[in-house]
């Protein structure tokens, strides 16, 4: 087919090599423009523009697509349909409709629950324990489409939003070129009007860790917000940011105490043992490299 590939950061990048090996047109590629990053302050090319470079793909980056022109561009390459998975940008009704089979979009989440843009993160957050990819035929609503193909996966108590990324794209990448060969025998199923939920953007207020809740919801907040933004808690007056953790027996001490001195803290229930920290400005570490060089004894605040 001749494909339209629309993706930005890393997550979207397997599913543009599998369209390749599988030996689809790459008529362009759109993704987000550079934007200044670093110590330089120099514009950097996102995930997707650099590997589309790396394969000898066109690369467009508007800044938006609302316009007449960037419309008729995008129509003018006359493509069969159009891949979409974590692009960035509203697309148009006119963008929907150029492609002659439309727009596909990777959503990583079992519609209907978690539409919108952070379904990885929220799904860990409320303690799910099944999640997936759809193939969703894009319409004019926040992820409403009917859906061609899904597949589920399980949340295992130790992921991270980082872990269960990288295996949800992955599954992307091998569902889309399952839907490209068989696009003609597959019956698009409407999403139920039960079950919705929607996956809101994560906001940097939810990242500081509020010990008076249960272990549980501890847990589940620092493996959902790992590595980003990353949840973050106060040690000795500095900033800490918690990437891993799993839950531990408590004894009965103020809710944010530390209970030994290899970093488990109680909770308003519970309590949570910390296996990976980072210090602001540092390399992220196991607990144990961590306390070597910063030792946390039992009672110290959080």
Sequence with gaps: MRVIFMGTPDFSVPALDALVQAGHDIAAVYCQP???????????????????????LEVRHPVSLKDAGAQANFAALQADIAVVVAYGLILPQAVLDAPRLGCLNIHASLLPRWRGAAPIHRAIMAGDTE?????????????????????????????TTGTLHDRLSALGAQLITDTLARIDTLTPEPQPETGVSYAHKIDKAEARIDWTRPAGDVDRRIRGLSPFPGAWTEMEGDRIKLLASEPAPQATVTPGTTLDDGLTVACGAGAVRLLRLQRAGKAAQDAATFLRGHPVPAGTAV
Excluded: F, Y
């Design 34 to 56: 550079p934007r200044r990053a670093g110590r330089g302050k120099k514009d950097r090319p996102t995930p997707v523009h650099n590997r589309a470079l790396d394969l000898g």
């Design 131 to 159: 999640t997936g990819v759809c193939i969703m035929q894009m319409d004019a609503g926040l992820d409403t489409g009917p859906v061609l193909l899904r597949a589920a996966l399980p949340i295992e108590p130790s992921d």
